[in-house]
């Protein structure tokens, strides 16, 4: 079965840090576009970068320039780099699949800009 779980999430400083991962299973990971979204408390989850299986990549414009996502295909696993973080970037990040029209999710990793 599907199984996604995203790690590296925590509180920091504006302008500060953070990688996110997501160790994947399941199904044949470098077959398939990978996605991060992320959800704010009262608003809806919004996509913030993908990538395919060759590495072509697309950001939010909320974050270009600040995160990059990349991806390991030897370990089954995708990375949201997070630079410059704002308090606006707190938000559960979500990793993604999409398999058979059908979306699969992590649980999620918490991270919190904040002062």
């Known amino acids: 079965q599907v199984q996604l779980v995203e790690s590296g999430g925590g509180l920091v400083q504006p302008g500060g840090s953070l990688r996110l991962s997501c160790a994947a299973s399941g199904f044949t990971f470098v077959a398939y576009v990978m996605r991060w979204y992320r959800q704010a408390p009262g608003k809806e989850r919004e996509l913030v970068a993908d990538?395919?299986?060759?590495?072509?990549?697309h950001y939010a414009d909320s974050v270009k320039g600040r995160f990059t996502i990349s991806r390991d295909n030897a370990k089954n696993t995708v990375y949201l780099q997070m630079d410059s973080l704002k308090p606006d970037d707190t938000a559960v990040y979500y990793c993604?699949?999409?398999?058979?029209?059908?979306?699969?999710w992590g649980q999620g990793t918490q991270v919190t800009v904040s002062s």
């Open positions: 990538i395919t299986s060759a590495g072509g990549s």
């Open positions: 993604n699949v999409v398999r058979y029209a059908r979306n699969y």
